[in-house]
């Protein structure tokens, strides 16, 4: 009998993982003892941090797109339909372009972020982003006839995908302004949901003399209840209002309906033991990356690293083997600081991020990473 | 223990700091004036965390049972 795995999702977590299992398990594959499918609702993978340099002209979207099926083993078996069910209790899953149920064994969810802008009254046609490729692209419009007035980048919301970009932004938009001889007649300010500039206290101690030596202004306690475009406003739910010229936020996320729907967390995000990865309201059910709950940033790192410890913990149950593999909260990430020089930082569950002096060298290494990404999506880096 | 009876619960117990203040700002952004939330947390930074988003934010923290492995912060949409 064939162990069937399925993974939904093919973002990097999904992808990852998928290639982990095809060189783990490839002895079992070639046997038919397992087969690994990959369903995605797109032919494409979409690598989301390249959209934080398309406002300012560095990067366009097509950069952060490739074909899975160039990326994922030939021994998976990559499907391009959107999952609509989860049945948890018959281990199957329904299709949308499919009249045929799958049946899993083991399943994976790699579902991801999504954005939820329609929950701020206004701020669909009030604000921009660069969260997603349609708002990267108009925000770099936006950008390029702006010489003057105030903008105000929001952060609504928590979690959401990628902590550091909200003040990789404004540190980038003051260089990039600075360099094009607009920063005296442009103000920035940036807001955030709780009483410091990061969720993360270590970074917001880092960031915020930062921010104060770049004259970025910074409203904590400030999350956004309402965005008012005639007037060009921003209302707090603590009854705090900005006056805006240009607007850019980071919307609130949700994860996927079908989460909430199979009764596996809510908003989206599976409620899972941090460590093992395992859902807690089903058996044979792993998430990884931003659909997974678990505390750590909903980055990039996160989901390559799960999805090595979830590849070893799936081996090890197919073999009969008790899983040993576990997550410790590993988190690496790159924090640009202007458009030629960043910081980095690496912590765990156990050790909090000390943010490593801005370089121009390490600059260049995030760029650098972001083009050897899609060797990481293949399971080569 | 406070015999308050809250509309609605959030359970952030095992979340990390800032994780269970979202929750609740995430709940009460969908409350209705006069709506009383219960969060529960286990992050010891909620002690400080919630009082001043209460205080920030115009809403009344009724109460904040202090338990042994969790705590529970009672708090009224303004």
């Known amino acids: ?381 | 223990m406070t015999d308050i009876d809250p509309d609605r619960t959030v359970d952030a117990r095992g979340a990390t700091c800032p994780g269970p203040l979202m929750d609740l700002i995430g709940e009460m952004r969908r409350a209705d004036a006069g709506t009383v939330v219960e969060l529960l947390s286990d992050a010891p930074q909620s002690l400080t965390d919630v009082p001043e988003w209460a205080d920030e934010a115009g809403n009344d923290l009724l109460a904040v049972d202090e338990g042994d492995d969790h705590n529970a912060f009672y708090v009224e949409k303004s």
């Open chain 1, 1 to 381: 009998m064939t162990e069937h795995i399925v993974i939904v999702g093919g973002g990097t977590g999904g992808s990852v993982l998928a290639n982990d299992l095809a060189d783990r398990l490839d002895t079992e594959l070639d046997a038919g003892e397992v087969a690994v499918t990959l369903i995605n609702d797109g032919p494409e993978q979409v690598y989301k941090p390249v959209w934080l340099y398309v406002p300012f002209g560095k990067r366009d979207p097509d950069d952060g797109r490739r074909p899975l099926a160039d990326l994922v083993d030939d021994a998976v078996d990559v499907r391009t339909d959107r999952v609509t069910d989860i049945d948890t209790d018959g281990q199957r899953l329904q299709l949308r372009d499919s009249m045929d149920d799958i049946s899993y064994d083991h399943l994976v969810l790699a579902t991801g972020s999504t954005l939820a802008s329609e929950e701020i009254p206004g701020l669909a046609e009030g604000g921009h982003d660069y969260y997603s490729e349609d708002g990267a692209t108009a925000l770099r419009e936006e950008l390029l006839d702006f010489s003057e007035g105030h903008l105000v980048l929001s952060v609504i919301g928590s979690p959401h995908m990628c902590p550091a970009a909200p003040l990789e932004f404004v540190f980038m938009a003051d260089d990039w302004f600075r360099e094009r001889g607009l920063r005296e007649d442009i103000e920035i300010t940036y807001t955030y949901p709780v009483q410091r500039v990061h969720g993360n206290a270590h970074i917001a101690e880092w960031a915020a003399p930062l921010m104060d030596e770049r004259q970025i202004t910074t409203e904590t306690f400030f999350n956004a209840d309402s965005v008012d475009p005639d007037a060009q406003t921003v209302t707090s739910m603590e009854g705090a209002e900005l006056d805006y010229d240009l607007l850019v936020t980071v919307p609130p996320h949700r994860g996927v309906d079908l989460i909430a729907d199979a009764g596996l967390g809510d908003d989206g995000w599976v409620d899972v033991d941090r460590h093992t990865l395992e859902a807690e309201a089903a058996t044979d059910v792993y998430a990884l990356g931003d659909a997974a709950a678990t505390g750590v940033p909903k980055a990039g790192s996160v989901a390559h690293y799960q999805a090595g410890v979830v590849g070893q913990r799936l081996a090890s149950e197919v073999r009969g083997q008790i899983p040993t593999a576990t997550y410790d909260g590993k988190t690496i990430c790159f924090i640009e600081t202007g458009m030629d020089a960043a910081s980095f930082v690496e912590f765990d569950y156990e050790n909090p991020p000390s943010p490593a002096p801005p370089s121009e060298k390490l600059h260049w290494a995030k760029l650098a990473y972001n083009e050897s990404y899609w060797l990481t999506a293949r399971g080569l880096v």
